[in-house]
């Protein structure tokens, strides 16, 4: 079968790649480093969307939509940003093909003045737009969330992870002072924080980033980081308080209550595709997807095995009545009663896909008045009465959901360490992997010969950090407080 | 008041324009061409989102996502898509920026070994992948939906009308057989006949486009066309059968039940955000927008008239009652009582804005009972008793929505005419503007040069046309039916 995934303890990599071209979430495109998100795929994806969306709106914030294109000129106006993303920057050039005898060309007499950068973030161009939009106090705070897809050239890319083309969502806001913008930095923070444990059974612990690891342009990142089974970190959100660099930039000034006029102080905070990678790293293993009830497209996939038309008529019937109960409260479903394949082959299907319950009901349960229930977190079955079945699968469907983070849970716990010295810092990396809680001395210098030393860097400050007297591992200075050293994707 | 637009009687382009800009629908952008669409015009096109989306599921289709950029060797695989496309294509040709002495440059190192283009429509990128998606009969048909931006490269532009980048959806579906195919295009054209007529409340004409007007590789294009209030047609959604042209073109083959390989057969269909324009143009009057209220992102604004927190609050508690109601039947609602600004002013901002329904109620009010209900399209006013007003509202909103209809489809039957010479055609088009229903001979030539004399062009052959004997009203041939003339946008 074609459809075996490599084991994850073989080779995690792989495992993850097979696991995401075979489920069919995403495949590689004919262009270098540009995915193509499968219906599958794209349909976890909407849901993810769809419960982000309304917490924004839920928070006050409004969708809007501005121009896939830069001009090169806006990047230079803020110097951390365009040293952030000069390297990665897809750029047009000309706006024309031409056909010749010797094939289709860019037409030479069709390039532009200025050239334009795809955008790989949008703070220029939409502070460029804020600009007209803010006059007065009265205009603030403004709270904008856009939709849309971002390019950052990347040369080594891995599906979901790290791709040219990504979709994502950038919120952008515009407020009256420098504390209203830092409590709605955090606020967003919250809320990815909630997005995840709540929705992806994802547990992730909320720090700052230091100065090298911040967004080309912030005053502080503030991030989500979550552990994925192979004990390495993945950075699930980020929300940045931008002061008032970008105000500065594009001069955007708006008059206080007072009548005196100010820089606008700014926020930006953003979610991706990435979340994708990080669900199926969360939870998956080697049979396929995992998928939490929250965010299945299906969350129960019932399967009738018969024989003739017959037996198929009366399992139709007793399926149609649960079916009606699962519309009514909400449970997502798929019946499928299809006859390309045999069950065996839609058992292996559905595992592969994540689905977190499956029934089967044949002719000997419908006898007996029970059906056949299996659980794919646990990959364990039990027959259950078809009387009450539509209950049961709910409280299942909770249970897998808690189940699902506890799991994820407990893997983090076990795989994060203390380390007091640089020698057991670089065993633990080198033997267990996870996250090394231990003293750092502020500078990026340290963090710098710590990466380079053992490829691991600072994830995360956490926030409300315990503060405790100690030495840098590293350079053995003073430091208050630990802070979370891992290896990434 | 900065907010006075140009009546349309005056220069109905500059009316246009102003209410788009003035009623927060959209902007211009610093990127030549390319539009910003704003929080308020956003929302509009996210129920029209939501409701086609809706519609495509419910015919059984599913969302997916390709890559924004298209190698350009796949343009020159279909030779009437490139003939079509390559005039208008945005190139990517550089991976990256570099900052130099002289300031940020594009780095000449970092040039693409093949040019990228950014996607004005997605065929060859899409046909591409499904190569790999289909093998066999069991794989068709592949019914997909894409919401996406797009670009393309256009020198004279209007805010939604004509933009250089524009959001829209794109369906690519793969079939086993000609008649499929057909069957699908015309199904999707009936989507966007129903979600034209039933949400936007725009009556439109089903037909098919004359061969000089077909998308550039496609066998027939369908197409919706509405009448604008200054006579002048709107194309508002095209459906594509394609033959097997990208089938052949990107090798896509399946084997079908008898284990025959055989090329696809295929279809394509889209809206964008041009609907926008259309909806604005269809309803809207010198005072603003006129929406329908099934699209508008608030159907009623609640307005307290006070003096002092003591009625504020008395309002307050009445208008509670009503919002629960309005909650419970998913009306959508505004209550503004803010005190930033004049009721005065509130009045003129919410009818700006095609809100349909206005509710005022002040203290006074409250003594009698009643309340002033304001209705946008007819701009109307009358008291209404409080008891029972939550029906009266929502008879009315369906009450709007009708007559809104009712009104585009009399100014259509208004300004359509028949013409039976070339004197007559020409004369109308002069004078009255509006459609022309007249003879033509079928063929390019002809259609070519009326375009050229008149400015009008041959909208659509319309669906169940009447049959009947007539000469070219250009060259005088024998002619079965009559075809639709119009200057259009």
């Known amino acids: 079968m074609s459809k075996v995934i490599t084991p994850k303890e073989q080779d995690y990599s792989q495992w993850y790649n097979d696991l995401v071209i075979k489920a069919g979430l995403a495949d ?3 262009v270098k480093g540009c995915m193509v998100i499968k219906p599958y795929g794209y349909a976890i994806w909407e849901r993810m969307q769809a419960v982000l969306d309304g917490m924004f709106k839920a928070t006050g914030h409004s969708n809007a939509y501005f121009p896939l294109f830069i001009p090169k000129s806006f990047f230079a106006k803020e110097a951390a940003h365009v040293d952030g993303f000069a390297k990665e920057c897809a750029v047009v050039t000309h706006y024309r093909l031409k056909n010749t005898p010797e094939g289709l060309i860019v037409d030479p007499d069709a390039k532009l003045d200025e050239e334009l950068i795809v955008r790989p973030t949008s703070e220029t161009i939409i502070w460029n737009t804020y600009k007209g939009w803010i006059q007065s106090y009265r205009d603030l705070p403004l709270l904008i969330n856009q939709w849309a897809n971002v390019v950052r050239w990347e040369m080594r890319t891995r599906l979901f992870l790290r791709t040219a083309e990504f979709l994502w969502q950038e919120g952008h806001t515009a407020h009256a002072t420098q504390q209203e913008a830092i409590v709605e930095a955090e606020k967003m923070l919250d809320v990815y924080t909630e ?3 709540k929705w992806m059974s994802m547990p992730v612990i909320k720090g700052t980033k230091t ?12 991030c989500i980081e979550a552990m994925m089974q192979d004990g390495k970190a993945l950075q699930a959100g980020t929300s ?16 206080n209550k007072e009548g005196k006029s100010e820089h606008v102080w700014a926020t930006s905070w953003g979610v991706s595709t990435r979340l994708m990678g990080a669900l199926v790293m969360t939870h998956s293993d080697n049979e396929g997807l995992v998928l939490p009830p929250q965010l299945a497209p299906q969350q129960v996939v019932i399967i009738p095995i018969y024989k003739g038309d017959e037996q198929l008529a009366q399992i139709n019937e007793v399926v149609s009545k649960i079916t009606k109960t699962f519309d009514a409260d909400g449970v997502r479903y798929k019946y499928d009663s299809t006859d390309h394949h045999s069950p065996g082959w839609k058992f292996a299907e559905y595992e592969l896909k994540g689905v977190p319950i499956r029934l ?11 059906i056949e229930v299996h659980r794919r977190d646990t ?8 009387e009450g079945i539509e209950k049961f699968v709910k409280n299942m469907l909770d249970e897998i959901s ?10 983090r716990t076990n795989n994060s360490h203390k380390a007091n010295t640089y020698e057991e810092f670089k065993e633990i990396l080198d033997k267990k992997s996870g996250f090394v809680w231990a003293h750092w001395d502020g500078t990026s210098e340290t963090e710098e010969k710590i990466k380079d030393d053992t490829k691991a860097t600072i994830r995360c400050i956490p926030l409300n950090n315990t503060q405790e007297e100690g030495k840098c591992i590293y350079s053995g200075k003073p430091s208050k407080q630990r802070v979370i050293f891992a290896k990434a994707y």
């Open 240 to 255: 940045h308080f931008l002061g008032q660099n970008f105000a500065k930039a594009f001069d955007v000034k708006f008059l």
């Open 379 to 386: 990959r364990t079955k039990q027959f259950v009465p078809i």
């Open 211 to 222: 100065a090298s690891e911040r967004f080309a342009g912030a005053l502080e990142t503030y």
């Open 402 to 411: 808690t189940n699902l983070y506890k799991k994820a849970e407990e893997l």
């Open 360 to 370: 089967a009901i044949g002719a000997r349960d419908l006898e007996k008045g029970t």
């Open 195 to 197: 997005f995840a444990e």
């Open 28 to 30: 590689h495109s004919a």
